[in-house]
């Protein structure tokens, strides 16, 4: 059977929502709905809003009188849910990054193993694709892309491959972008090049950064006291957000203090350290390697 997507840490997330039979949560990235099938079942006399911004995720949604499918990039979080009767709530999960579907889908674009076009939007109705960024971004925005979010040490000579390719053909394929970079990298180190070269157009085309900032932040807004915040990151890029919200209650990690010296915070942090999947886990779904579980109740 097609499985559209494993949900990583199941049981770590049920058990950080700390779920109310009578609750409203919100599952921010739906997915396959693998996390949201599984609360769904523990509100009998509860609520569930799932988001997602893929049209592919919208046929995975539930025909169920507690749930709700909200086609949408979950940076518009406050307001959709202001939409929905639901300005508070008990509890939001959100497992931030890619799904299985959308990576093992050639046609999305998203791995450079099979011959795919370069596009890598999660929301395949608008915005702009991997080709376009290859083809109409000069130098200082495509080498700043590398740096910043792929962390590729030495961006320059991989930018200027791209500025030279594209004067003879422009990008339109995995393969045509493969081909400009071929030699910069040693073979055995390819692979993971080529993983951080897609990793930060992805990233770029789905504006992923600026979209999860205003999104963490508005958890704040809509948490009551005592809801919980459950956040799965994949890589350095997510964790530092995450991990400066629930420290400072910014984004940026900017430390207000009180009076006696303490950093002042609307979270407790309820995982001391980040829960990572176990070895059982890992030999049923490798996805969840890089996968760090935090969780933080609204004070
Ligand atoms: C890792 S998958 C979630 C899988 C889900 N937990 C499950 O068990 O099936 C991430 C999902 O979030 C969606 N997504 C990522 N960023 C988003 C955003 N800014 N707004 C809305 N959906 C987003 C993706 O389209 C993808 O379907």
Do not use: W
């Not at 950080?16 to 009578?22: D, Y």
């Not at 099979?114 to 702009?128: C, F, S, W, Y």
């Not at 080709?131 to 200082?140: C, G, P």
């Amino acid at each position: 059977m097609y499985e559209y997507h494993i949900p990583v840490l199941l049981n770590e997330c049920l058990e950080g929502l700390n779920i109310k039979p009578n609750g409203i949560y919100v599952d921010a990235t739906f997915g396959g709905g693998g996390h949201s099938r599984e609360i769904l079942a523990r509100i009998p006399q509860g609520r569930l809003l799932g988001f997602d911004q893929d049209p592919d995720a919208q046929k995975n949604a539930f025909d169920h009188p507690n749930f709700t499918f909200i086609r949408s990039n979950f940076k518009f979080l406050e307001n959709f849910l202001r939409h929905n009767n639901a300005e508070q709530v008990d509890g939001i999960l959100a497992d931030f990054g890619i799904s299985s579907h959308q990576i093992d889908d050639a046609r999305r674009g998203f791995m450079f193993r099979n011959e795919a076009p370069l596009d890598m939007r999660m929301n395949t109705e608008t915005g702009i694709t991997a080709a376009d960024i290859l083809n109409q971004y000069d130098f200082v925005k495509l080498i700043r892309i590398f740096r910043d979010y792929g962390e590729i040490l030495n961006a320059k000579p991989l930018t200027e491959r791209i500025l030279n390719a594209r004067t003879n053909k422009l990008f339109a394929q995995n393969s045509d972008l493969i081909e400009a970079v071929a030699g910069l990298y040693p073979k055995q180190k390819e692979n993971k090049f080529l993983a951080q070269v897609f990793q930060s157009l992805r990233i770029e085309v789905n504006n992923e950064i600026e979209a999860l900032e205003a999104f963490l932040e508005q958890c704040i807004q809509v948490l009551k006291p005592g809801g919980r915040l459950v956040l799965l990151t994949y890589h350095s890029l997510e964790d530092r957000p995450v991990k400066n919200l629930i420290k400072t209650g910014n984004v940026e990690g900017n430390v207000i203090q009180d009076f006696y010296g303490n950093v002042q915070t609307p979270f407790q942090l309820i995982t001391k350290k980040p829960i990572t999947a176990s070895e059982e886990e890992l030999e049923r779904n490798s996805r969840a390697r890089s996968a760090k579980l935090r969780v933080a109740e609204k004070l």
